[in-house]
């Protein structure tokens, strides 16, 4: 039988591998290595909403209130929003807003700030022609509000956030990347697949604890993160 270790301990872990090779543009990120896992884990299938999209097919997108979830859980609260401009045209509302976070630098004893700045939309409710207000807007108010959450998303997403619905193809293309280390290695290939196969964290605990001194690369941390991520993410939605 294996003798499993805990979530925190292996968690601390994966943590620390992650870390040592984890560099934005030849720069260590401010962002922790748990900080990030989130934020390029899968968007849970359940968040996912679609909706016609204007010039034909289907338009994916995840509410205001999931984003706002999802950088309380990874930011602790220590986030903020700004309407920095806005426009109300003949059918639309236009609004420009600014996202910043907040990571405590324990070297430094001060805050480290990343900043997003992206425009959002929404189209003007209008009453319909039955109504005695015909053509004239329903509530200017709510669809600035609507406006600003569009905002507030496409800003989220420039960090990642959400990033396999709003940008897709580019998810695709970091897992892919992260994959594509299995090849030439026989036995990282051989553990790429026990980790797809595995279901549970104690499996998937098992498989790091047999291999982790095999000297898989960064490759292999990495596959156990984005495997950890998806089974905790499914028991989520089942609990």
Request: proline content about 2%.
């Amino acid at each position: 039988m294996t003798n499993l270790i805990s979530k925190e301990t292996l968690e601390n872990e994966l943590y620390t591998k992650v870390e040592n090779t984890l560099v934005v543009n030849d720069t260590k990120t401010p962002l922790k290595p748990k900080q990030i896992t989130h934020i390029l884990s899968r968007t849970p299938k359940e968040h996912i909403q679609t909706r016609p999209g204007k010039g034909g097919g289907t338009f994916k997108f995840v509410s205001g209130v999931y984003i706002k979830k999802k950088l309380n859980y990874i930011f602790g609260f220590n986030w903020n929003f700004e309407i920095k401009k806005f426009d109300i045209l003949q059918d639309q509302v236009l609004v420009f807003g600014r996202l910043t976070v907040k990571i405590w630098n324990e070297e430094k004893k001060d805050w480290d700030e990343i900043v997003k700045e992206q425009f959002g939309r929404a189209d003007i409710k209008k009453y319909k022609d039955t109504h005695k207000k015909a053509g004239e807007p329903i509530d200017i108010g709510n669809d600035l509000k609507a406006g600003a959450t569009d905002a507030l998303k496409k800003c989220a997403s420039e960090l990642g956030i959400a990033g396999d619905v709003y940008g897709e193809n580019e998810f695709r293309d970091i897992v892919a990347e992260i994959k594509s280390e299995v090849k030439g290695n026989e036995m990282l290939a051989e553990v790429e697949k026990l980790i797809e196969q595995a279901e549970t964290e104690e499996q998937l605990n098992a498989i790091y604890m047999k291999f982790k001194n095999e000297k898989l690369g960064k490759g292999f941390y990495e596959l156990i993160q984005i495997k950890r991520q998806e089974i905790i993410d499914e028991n989520e939605k089942e609990s």
